[in-house]
Nanobody
Framework: VQLQASGGGLVQTGGSLKLSCVASGATFTTYLMGWFRQVPGQEREFVAAVSWTEGDTHYGGSVKDRFAVSRDSTENTVYLQMNNLQPDDTAVYYC???????????????????WGQGTQVTVSS
């Protein structure tokens, strides 16, 4: 499985960005696709996730109501729409894949078997 994340960049406070993650190398029907972020020196933080078939969405508390996760099965792509960005959202954002969606432990990084390379998001104040 390969995950290719893109769409990061520099944005001002209150701005928006849309991240993309192109997935390949498997049939993703049972998968949970997640987004995490990490700041140097800190643990990886769960941002959002979407189940490939059901379309169930899950969000971390700090981004709920500002971010939206979605997937396009025809393009094998997962998106993270980020609105009203704040300086605390500055981090490297990673796309991840858990082969077996169960509805549980969706925010646990250890549950995700595959990881993309990360894309930097910087929010200026």
């Amino acid at each position: 499985v390969q995950l290719q994340a893109s769409g990061g960049g520099l944005v001002q406070t209150g701005g928006s960005l849309k991240l993309s993650c192109v997935a390949s190398g498997a049939t993703f029907t049972t998968y949970l696709m997640g987004w995490f972020r990490q700041v140097p020196g800190q643990e990886r933080e769960f941002v959002a996730a979407v189940s490939w078939t059901e379309g169930d969405t899950h969000y971390g508390g700090s981004v709920k109501d500002r971010f939206a996760v979605s997937r396009d099965s025809t393009e094998n792509t997962v998106y993270l729409q980020m609105n009203n960005l704040q300086p605390d959202d500055t981090a490297v954002y990673y796309c991840a894949a858990d082969p077996f969606y169960s509805g549980f432990y969706v925010s646990e990084a250890d549950e995700y078997e595959y990881w993309g390379q990360g894309t930097q998001v910087t929010v200026s104040s």
